[in-house]
């Protein structure tokens, strides 16, 4: 069993800086690529930041130099720093992985609960 565990959501004024954590846990062999996900209310999910085991990036255009995603590949962690937020970055924030679990041979794609980001004044 594999889980993913983000934190480091809120509520923050335009212009402000916030950090999200995500940590992979459980029974895993190794992981590969992870990233950032987001969906806005009544919006299709979308990506904003991924970060390859070999520490690769790509972003979503609409954060870029705004957005760093960052990777502890001893934690099994990432972390997505946002600055000089917007409204339009307000939505609910989702972790992905690819993992392989201890005795499969195959990756299979794992989501966090999700973390709330507001950006309003």
């Known amino acids: 069993q594999v889980q993913l565990v983000e934190s480091g959501g809120g509520l923050v004024q335009p212009g402000g800086s916030l950090r999200l954590s995500c940590a992979a846990s459980?029974?895993?062999?190794?992981?590969?690529?992870m990233g950032w996900y987001r969906q806005a209310p009544g919006k299709q999910r979308e990506l904003v930041a991924a970060i390859t085991s070999g520490g690769s990036t790509n972003y979503a255009d609409s954060v870029k130099g705004r957005f760093t995603i960052s990777r502890d590949n001893s934690k099994n962690s990432i972390y997505l720093q946002m600055n000089s937020l917007e409204p339009a970055d307000t939505a609910v924030y989702y972790c992905?992985?690819?993992?392989?679990?201890?005795?499969?041979?195959?990756?299979?794609?794992?989501w966090g609960q999700g973390t709330q980001v507001t950006v309003s004044s």
């Open positions: 992905n992985a690819v993992c392989r679990p201890l005795g499969s041979q195959f990756y299979n794609v794992y």
């Open positions: 459980g029974s895993i062999f190794s992981v590969n690529d």
